[in-house]
């Protein structure tokens, strides 16, 4: 069991815990009314920033209510109340840790249980997703991680291991969302994250960075997570371990919308070379048909009728290459109206040849046609050219984003490299000093020892939880215990059965605090050796602190002699004032009978 923390402490963390779960309650429930409503405001949360999914938010309710029913000083509520709001806690994690794999799962197979709608249908205004409506992936990991935690928190039993995991967890979303908000200030709106998926909304991560501040604080424990390293040289790890962090997720999500840049190369070729093809076709039409009215041959009308035929294929295959890209879309919509325009003014020539025609209704419908081709040629020259310009953008922005995360690497490889030669230096220095410090206090230890084993009196250690961690040698031919034998064993071995219930109490109330009472004084007391012999002994207590706790050295003195001694010399004051005082009877008788014998002589 981790140690209590101290009262106004546990309190202060419950409270910041419980103001941030509440906060977080409330933010969710804006944005589920907001998409309710079909409000935008309270969807991103504040003006400008990218909606947060009402999934998403519905996580963030059921969160904060579990770490709201968790965020609680020790004793709060009766036993029963607690266990009923740690199962309405943990009933709350493990709905939301459901969504987030169902969700995770939705991307990694590529599946649909249709979690995306169960609250809002047809969600709109998501940046950078194939898939509105559904969760972003970090978003849906970030919210397992909280899982875990406040399952951890939950549990009845809280152990050093399962705190220090829970910390860990917290620490560790509040990283990964530092991240994904960093992606906002990067390279355009941030629709992208860090690994090509589409990235969480700024408000969410904020949310996660709130809540795994609330997880640290209701589950630190000082004694636990203790840091050795000053401060500057973990500020230096610190720093260097972001810059590192930095440059590979800065490289992967280059790499990820190089990816995208190039694939929408790729796609604008196919579609420039799809709209090429469509107009040769309805150009081999146009020539067809003009060869067709000029001389008559039916192969000619054949041909035309294939071209036209392909023209309307092309048109097809062109309409699904472009579905789903809405500039894409605009130009097609644009195209397919002059292509059909060109087969409907050719199907009329071939209707109106059929019938007949006089010169002047044949030259009008040439004119229209050759408007009509002019038109078309004019479309696809601003088509090509409008594909040129964004070709060009596209290697412009090729250029930029190659050479920021040249520029990245270069001076992120650089600084990281001076920060840990700093700490190599640094740590080089601290560990010179550590082996000095070392050299002296073994030095130091072998001098105490040396005179400790020298010592004509026993030198007996103990840690703060009674047990014998340092033994002489006058030590060991007073109680009759070896080194080897005596070590780690309780100080209450060497003492009578009477007097050691009073010495565990002491011992307790001194580690705590509390006043001592025998410390740095000299006192009489029992010792009981190996073979179960009883003698007195005088005793010498003194305390002190190091890293490894309280300890408490003993100096001790057989005093069996002297009390050998004392009792002769009482024994013989004893027998020294019976003989004075049988000395001073006869002397009194003696007196007594002179005066008789003198009164006796002057009656005579």
């Known amino acids: 069991m981790p140690p209590a923390r101290p009262p106004n402490s546990a309190a202060r963390t419950a409270r910041l815990a419980a103001w941030i779960a509440s906060l977080v309650v409330l933010v969710g429930s804006m944005v589920l009314l907001g998409w309710a409503y079909d409000i935008p405001v ?20 059921m969160i904060g209510v579990a770490l709201r029913l968790l965020a609680r000083p020790s004793g709060a509520f009766g036993q029963r109340r607690t266990i009923f709001f740690s ?3 943990r009933f709350f994690v493990l709905l939301v840790a459901l969504v987030a794999v169902l969700t995770l799962g939705e991307y990694v197979l590529g599946w649909s249980p249709g979690i995306d709608h169960w609250l809002v249908s047809g969600v709109l205004g998501t940046v950078g997703t194939p ?17 875990v935690a406040l399952w951890i928190n939950g549990g009845a039993r809280k152990t050093r291991r399962g705190m220090l995991a829970s910390v860990s967890i917290g620490l560790l979303v509040i990283i990964f969302t530092l991240a994904a908000l960093a992606t906002y200030a990067m ?28 997880i640290i604080a209701i589950g630190w424990q000082p004694d636990v997570l203790s840091w050795s390293l000053n401060g500057r040289t973990t500020a230096a790890f610190a720093c260097g371990m972001a810059v590192l962090v930095f440059i590979g997720l800065s490289n992967s999500r280059s790499q990820f919308w190089m990816e995208e840049r190039r694939n929408q190369i790729a796609h604008d070729e196919t579609v420039l070379r799809n709209i090429t093809d469509l107009m040769i076709e309805i150009t081999d039409a146009q020539a067809h048909l003009r060869s067709y009215l000029i001389t008559g041959n039916e192969q000619f009308k054949t041909d035309y009728v294939e071209a036209a035929n392909n023209s309307l294929a092309g048109l097809d295959t062109l309409r699904k290459l472009v579905a789903g890209t809405p500039h894409d879309q605009r130009q097609f919509d644009w195209i397919e109206q002059q292509i059909n325009a060109q087969l409907q003014w050719m199907q009329q020539m071939v209707q109106i040849d059929r019938g007949g025609m006089s010169n002047a209704a044949r030259n009008e419908m040439v004119a229209r046609g050759e408007a009509l081709r002019d ?32 520029l990245t690497i270069s001076i992120g490889t650089f600084g990281g490299l001076l920060i840990f030669l700093a700490v190599i230096f640094r740590l080089n220095f601290a560990e010179s000093e550590r082996a000095q410090r070392e050299r002296a206090l073994r030095g130091s ?52 059965e009477r007097f050691r219930m009073p010495h565990r109490t002491g011992l307790t109330r001194v580690v705590a605090g509390g006043e001592p009472h025998v410390i740095g004084k000299t006192v009489e007391w029992a010792g009981l050796r190996k073979d179960g012999g009883e003698f007195p002994l005088e005793i010498s207590l003194g305390q002190w602190q190091s890293a490894e706790g309280q300890f408490f050295t003993a100096i001790i003195r057989d005093i069996t002699e002297r009390k050998q001694a004392e009792a002769t010399v009482l024994q013989l004051n004893a027998e020294l004032e019976e003989k004075v005082l049988a000395r001073t009877a006869e002397l009194e008788r003696a007196r007594l009978e002179a005066e008789r014998a003198s009164r006796a002589k002057s009656e005579f």
């Open 131 to 147: 898939h509105p409506g559904r969760m972003a992936p970090d978003a849906a990991l970030g919210f397992i991680l909280l899982a």
């Open 445 to 496: 230890e072998e001098h105490f020892r040396a005179v400790a084993q020298s010592a004509n009196d026993a030198i007996i250690t103990g840690t703060g939880t009674g047990n014998i961690v340092g033994w002489n040698a006058a030590a060991e031919r007073l109680f009759g215990y070896a080194e080897t034998e005596i070590l780690g064993q309780p100080l209450t071995q060497l003492m009578p």
């Open 187 to 214: 390279l355009g709106s941030g629709a992208y994250s860090w690994f090509g998926s589409n990235n969480m909304a700024a408000s969410s991560a904020i949310l996660f960075i709130m809540l795994g501040a609330a």
């Open 87 to 89: 199962a309405i806690a």
């Open 42 to 61: 309270p969807k991103s949360v504040l003006p400008g920033w990218v909606s947060m999914n009402p999934s998403t938010a519905a996580c963030f309710i």
């Open 375 to 406: 038109d078309m040629h004019n479309a696809f020259d601003e088509i090509d050219v409008g594909h040129r310009e964004f070709a060009g953008q596209l290697e412009r922005e090729w250029k930029k984003v190659s050479f920021f995360v040249y």
